[in-house]
């Protein structure tokens, strides 16, 4: 008997970023005045968006969280290494980075303590990323990292005030640089492996009468590194327009825009990795809808396509941010947001259609006699999103801060699934889903034609106590409703389904002196299933449940001028925990993997050496655990007490570097450890150890106009390993002889070694 899994499929391979959002934050980027406003409550635990004082590149924290920073130095030094965000965040604990290359276009993927990426929380400036039909967050579209100030990680939780659906697992913070007080501007050219080739440019207007901006663009092209031939390329243009007024009061107008047009790469299973060349991408092989014999009943059975295998997208994101010191005790921000994808399609697999079931001679050939013509099924999704979080922080007294907020999101989208002609030279006809095939009646050819509707609400209050100069509480309540509604234009189809919670949070925080702190963290955290769920309701399905976390920590840090060191102990229980598998090529499905325990220790270590030398290290044992046998269809497959797929035992990561504020140099390594395919654990992946490397030198004081001018280097993967790096799409069962529970696992591979070298000039 076929197994029954609980989540119905989504009809996306590539699912879309949400927003590409630009704002400002606090401190000027030029000068260490901050306006006189109130703390802001980000994390559990009083912090602002400078924790504390750097030592060396690293960032000292200090929220009661787990916590990890890539400061703006570490970006500038570690993003030529891979892509912008999976690739940078691989060296903080925890972080087990896939797939991706270092054109910072195709997309990664991001592990974080077993929590795949679509089970964080990924926002910019506060303002979500996450694809709200699907929960994707798609990393690598999320801008320019010439324009991060830094990326951090919340480990295993995520704020209260957080405007996010899937962070049960913990999320990712994107702050953007400032406008500069002073005019200036920023160019940057890169040209690497794989014909890669990126120009930047980024202008600052300065400051007049409280008035500053910058705006930048880019433009990026390359091949794909595995022989399918593949190109990618992208256009980005975002700004920062802010205005500043007495007492610290802010608004920033924000917007961005992102054009990419790819090929993609092919994910193997092992027998296909094993059974060709490490470079093997799809079959170059075409298959041109146009063909065929008057008469006769053609049948042309499709396979893999390079050409056909793409996915072009145009997001464009619009943003208000204000800030409001409305007294001495008063803090009132308001952050609406306005997100737009249209113009493009994903195309992720040749599909054969009948002309038997559409009347119309699909192929040209004179008839409608034949069974199996060849199409490009394109997943063309048209999206506009409108929401804003806002919170009003109030200083009750010495002891007492409170926070009160609200957010509202709502969504709606067009998610089509056509069938699109290919033309001769295999590719698609088009790239923004126009000129799909048509019936006998004029109507596209749609494999799927559906209406989608997100609605979400959330309400919190949080008190920040300090019960005592060393000890801090803070105690916040979460209120979140979620509606998901769905039809289907081509059936008739149309359901609904909602979710709601409420969300508590604690953490407590003892600073033992000057340099050592102890905090507990506990929290509740809510992810809804993708909204395809609601069309498992036409197979009598009863309503999908959310994934529920309970997760708790223990941490210690201790901080001085040349050393951070820092250690915790994390619990998380997961309650219907979802998987994600591809069922078919292109076709992204989602099953119930029940409850899950996930606990692990996490040991960090940054310092500084005479010399100007300083050193890392990293090393996270994690033990995710499934705590039910998998149960389907009447059927049940033993794995209670296997390790969850994809979830590595073991990450390392270690570094020494130089930096004299003229040359720079960074040597790196990381392992990561052995992974399985599937819950039943029969297919077990082996751990690797890959070593980066990183130059840069300083030219200064060329001209007056010339602020500096900095040469870069970047080799990724110096020994040219090869390797399986993460799994793209897992199983229940690796085995065959599981019967009905079995299919095979998906691959992202590491990208080989690869060469960047690059110039930045400063006006």
């Known amino acids: 008997m076929k197994p029954h899994f609980e989540f119905t499929k989504i009809h996306v391979a590539i699912a879309l970023s949400s927003s590409l959002l630009i704002h400002t934050n606090g ?43 890539l400061t703006k ?50 926002t910019r400036d506060g303002v979500p990323l996450n694809d709200p039909q699907f929960l994707t967050p798609h990393a690598d579209f999320m801008g320019d990292p010439e324009n991060y100030a830094s990326v951090s990680v919340l480990y295993g939780s995520s704020s209260i005030n957080a405007p996010t659906l899937t962070a ?75 205005y500043e007024w007495g007492n610290g009061n802010r608004i920033n107008a924000i917007f961005s825009s992102f054009l990419m047009r790819t090929n993609s790469y092919k994910h193997p299973t092992l027998a296909e990795y094993r059974a060709s060349d490490y470079d093997s991408g799809y079959a170059q092989a075409v298959f041109p809808t146009q063909g065929g014999t008057q008469g006769v009943a053609d049948r042309t059975i499709p396979g893999e396509s390079a050409a056909a295998s793409r996915a072009d997208f145009k997001i464009q994101t619009y943003a208000l941010n204000g800030l409001f010191n409305l007294g001495d005790n008063l803090q009132l921000k308001i952050d609406p947001y306005f997100v737009r994808v249209t113009d493009g399609t994903a195309a992720v697999a040749v599909v054969p ?72 030279n295999g590719k698609p006809a088009s790239i923004d889903g126009s000129h799909p095939l048509r019936d006998a ?43 998901l509604k769905g039809g289907d234009r081509l059936s008739g189809f149309r359901d609904s389904v909602d979710y709601q919670r409420v969300l508590p949070s604690l953490s407590l925080s003892y600073q033992f002196d000057p340099r050592q702190q102890l905090y507990y963290n506990t929290t509740s ?40 060191l820092s250690a915790a102990l994390f619990y998380d229980r997961f309650k219907d925990r979802q998987a994600a598998f591809e069922e078919v090529t292109g076709v992204t499905s989602y099953f119930n993997a029940g409850d899950v325990t996930t606990k692990g220790l996490e040991l960090a270590i940054n310092g500084l050496l005479p010399g100007h030398f300083t050193y890392f290290g990293t090393w996270t044992y994690l033990r995710s655990t499934q705590d039910d046998d998998y149960r389907a269809g009447g059927a049940t497959l033993d794995t209670a007490g296997n390790q969850l797929y994809d979830a590595p035992r073991h990450l390392l990561s270690a570094g020494i570097g130089y930096d004299d504020q003229t040359f720079y140099a960074n040597l790196l390594g990381r392992h990561t450890g052995a992974f399985y395919g ?68 998906k691959y992202h591979r590491g990208a080989p070694r690869s060469l960047v070298a690059g110039i930045a000039v400063e006006f």
């Open 73 to 122: 130095a570490q970006l500038e030094k570690f993003v030529g290494l891979d892509s912008a965000v999976t690739g940078a965040l691989k060296y903080l604990p925890g972080v087990h980075a896939s797939g991706g290359d270092n054109s910072g276009i195709t997309e990664g993927a991001l592990n974080i303590r077993g929590f795949s990426q679509d089970q964080l929380g990924f």
């Open 168 to 242: 049960s697992g913990g999320s990712v913070q994107i702050r953007s640089v400032a406008p500069t007080r002073e005019a200036g501007a920023l160019l940057k050219q890169n040209v690497g492996s794989d014909d890669l080739l990126r120009t930047f440019a980024r202008v600052n207007t300065g400051e007049y009468d409280g008035f500053s901006a910058w705006f930048s663009a880019s433009r990026t092209t390359g091949e794909l590194w595995d022989d399918s031939d593949g190109e990618l390329s992208s256009n980005r243009y975002e700004g920062n327009l802010q």
């Open 678 to 745: 599937d819950l039943a654990n029969d297919e077990r992946i082996g751990g690797y150890t890959l070593f980066d490397a990183n130059l840069g030198y300083r030219l200064k004081g060329l001209s007056p106009a010339l602020k500096q001018a900095t040469l870069t280097l970047n080799l990724n993967n110096i020994f040219d390993k090869q390797y399986l790096a993460g799994v793209n799409s897992g199983a229940v069962s690796a085995n065959p002889d599981d019967g009905d529970f079995y299919s095979a696992p």
């Open 27 to 69: 401190v000027r980027a030029d000068t260490k005045e901050t306006a006189p406003t109130l703390d802001t409550v980000v994390v559990q635990g009083r912090s602002s968006d400078t924790d504390g004082a750097d030592v060396g590149d690293a960032h000292k924290e200090s929220a009661a969280v787990s916590k990890g920073t």
């Open 525 to 564: 955290n809510i992810r809804v299933p993708a909204v395809a769920s609601v069309y498992g309701h036409r197979d009598g399905n009863d309503k999908q449940k959310p994934e529920l976390t309970w997760n708790q920590e223990v941490g210690w840090r201790y901080a001085s001028d040349d050393l951070l």
């Open 441 to 483: 009646r004029g109507n596209p050819v749609y494999f799927t034609d559906q209406k989608n509707e997100i609605t979400t609400q959330k309400l919190w209050a949080q008190d920040t106590w300090d019960i005592a100069p060393d000890l801090t509480l803070v105690g916040g309540l979460a209120w979140q409703h979620t509606e």
């Open 353 to 424: 259609v009948s002309e038997l079931n559409t009347g119309s001679d699909l192929n040209g050939d004179g008839d409608t006699l034949d069974p199996m013509v060849t199409g490009a099924l394109s997943v063309y999704p048209t999206q506009y999103r409108i929401g804003s979080s806002n919170s009003l922080d109030v200083i009750v007294n010495d002891a007492h801060t409170l926070q009160f907020g609200l957010w509202t999101d709502y969504t709606h989208a067009d998610n089509r699934m056509a069938v699109i002609p290919i033309k001769g």
